[in-house]
């Protein structure tokens, strides 16, 4: 296998791989092919990557499984599930999109996941993590049902396999017996470094190889005296069980085999052959390597999880603007020196929601509870009964997945935690898995809760201080990137709970912008001698501020980006109907549907959310006026 020590800027030369335009091609190649496929597999990914940017780590270590998988499964018949699309690159290459990778993640090209309008062998759509089970499980129930011979397998990164609902699936399947493969992508990495119990103890078992040597030595030695071998059968499950992770699986009712080398395409398709045929659910555990054949990666596979074009692992624009990460993780390491009773917790995300240095200055007070968004939740309501300060640093799209906890176990009971909601609003280039489209109207509707959206840097410090301050749960929800440059103080101050600012007075028009709106609503302000509020407060909101606009104004224009519907216009609606206003109102926010990839200006184009479309839509209504 050729190690490669820096990205290719050109196209390589891919004679094999350019003749697999399906999976069926790779099953009349003999192994020799398949290994050079694999080889310009690897190039051609490491190629792509280059030129449009996106995650490529995980691919690079999943490259030998994908082609073994398609070998041996007859897809897309049989059914390939991927758990995290991080996993999918090589898998779209193989199945008729090799060129198309070219596009991936641009406007109107390939998506960053598995997507099932795509392409049939996308078997089931994913974005987040530790979904594979279930839908497998699903479908290898629906294949019983109808009688089809169709094989189905989930290929489960160990990072997804910390989540609860994996284990759901694995107790279920175990319980009715469907015939379904899940193989287990054992990396000891899943974005980051892995946490947990699970992941030590599969760590460890990696360690293990004597096992498998006793294991192998064992049955050629007995195999030679009369009943032993049947005797040594009898008793090997109790003693794999303490030098392998079998026992965990198969307990669960799963057939355990492994671990075997995920990097060994010879041995995984054996193997996979072999399990293919299996009857029952088969557990297959693979030892593979992050970032694969790309030395960069291999030494470093958090920095290079995620690549842009031609650039270094998540190099930072060289602007004078912070992130908005960036902001709150200079902010929590304030509020820690300032407040002993800040704990911090993340489900997965230190280094996307910039906790690395807080881990660092405080590792007794951060919790990173890996992919477990319900457990990062409840984990906070439980620190919060007992006097302590939680902050829950999570992504719009990640909530999502503790919504339940947060209604149940921290609203009802008013306990003080306090969100910081990262990446809300359209966040690019990861599409609709990943757009934070929805938090508003999914937190809006929470009795006690306070929700906050900053217009920008100094202002999103400010709110996370007032959210922390607050003696509820309160929610900061900010964007993806860099704000407009506005100067940060470095007090913790606090901002009068569910009061808006008036930027601009105008005539005619009053513009109530929410968040990262107020930065296009500047120019549509001055465009249209408009006047410009900064709501600042989508719970409670300042309903002062809207009925005097609405009495001075002859159309009032809500600015969110956000769904309409349940968003913060529909609370300004429902105060204009309530005191019976007969002003005029547009509300403007994300359309009914969810929106694709491609760069956040681009798509802010499409919605009619920037400084254009935003005139353009007021203009027409005063028109028609």
Known sequence: ??????????????????????????????????????????????????????????????IELTVALHRAFNTPYDRIVWDVGHQSYPHKILTGRREAMLTMRQHGGLA???????????????GHSSTSISAALGMALAARAKGEQRQVCAVIGDGALTAGMAFEALAHAGHEGANMLVVLNDNEMSISQNIGGLATYLSKILTSSPYAALRDHGRKVLSKLPGALDIARMTEGHVKGLLSPSTLFEE?????????????????????????????????HVVTRKGRGFLPAEQDPVGY?????????????????????????????????ADAR?????????????????????????????????????????????????????????????????????????????F???????????????????????????????????????????????????????VVRYPRGVGPGAAISHDLD????????????????????????????????????????????????????????AAQHELLVTLEENALIGGAGSSVAAVLAEQASSAELLML?????????????????????????????????LDVR
């Open 494 to 549: 606090v901002l009068p709970i569910g009061r808006s600012r008036l930027l601009r007075e105008g005539k005619r028009v009053a513009l109530l912008a929410f968040g990262s709106m107020v930065t296009p609503a500047r120019a549509v302000a001055e465009a249209l001698d408009a006047t410009l509020i900064d709501m600042r407060f989508i719970k409670p909101l300042d309903r002062d501020a809207v009925l005097e606009s």
């Open 112 to 126: 960053a996941f598995p997507k099932r309008s795509e392409s049939e062998y996308d078997a089931f759509g994913v």
């Open 342 to 418: 800040l704990m911090a917790i993340t489900p997965a995300m230190k280094e996307g929601s910039d906790l690395v240095h807080f881990a660092q200055q405080y590792p007794s007070r951060y919790f990173d509870v890996a992919i477990a968004e319900q457990h990062a939740v409840t984990l906070a309501a439980g620190m919060a009964c007992e006097g302590l300060k939680p902050v829950v640093a999570i992504y719009s799209t990640f909530l999502q997945r503790g919504y339940d906890q947060l209604i149940h176990d921290v609203a009802v009971q008013g306990l003080d935690v306090t």
């Open 420 to 474: 910081a909601v990262d990446r809300a609003g359209l966040v690019g280039e990861d599409g609709p898995t990943h757009h934070g489209a929805l938090d508003i109207s999914f937190l809006n509707c929470v009795p006690g809760i306070v929700l906050m959206a900053p217009s920008d840097e100094a202002e999103c410090r400010q709110m996370l201080t007032t959210a922390y301050r607050f003696e509820g749960p309160a």
């Open 589 to 621: 926010g994300l359309p009914d549907t969810f929106v694709d990839q491609g760069t956040s200006a681009e798509l802010l184009h499409d919605c009619g959310l920037d400084a254009e479309g935003i005139e353009a839509a007021i203009r027409q209504r």
């Open 305 to 337: 999880h995620a690549i842009t074009k031609l650039e270094s692992p998540k190099a930072r624009p060289s602007v004078p603007h912070l992130k908005y990460c960036q902001v709150f993780g200079e902010w929590i390491c304030d509020m820690a020196q």
């Open 252 to 284: 669960m009712g799963f057939t355990y085999t492994g671990p075997i080398d995920g990097h060994d395409l010879t041995a995984l398709h054996q193997v996979l052959t072999r399990l293919r045929s299996s009857k029952g659910p088969q557990f297959l």
């Open 1 to 62: 296998m050729k190690i490669f020590e820096a990205m290719p800027t050109e196209r390589p030369l891919t004679p094999l791989l350019d003749q697999v335009n399906t999976p069926a091609v790779l099953r009349q190649m003999d192994d020799a092919a398949v290994r050079r496929v694999a080889d310009e597999l690897r190039a051609w990914l490491l190629y792509c990557v280059g030129q449009t940017g996106g995650h490529f780590g995980a691919g690079l270590g999943v």
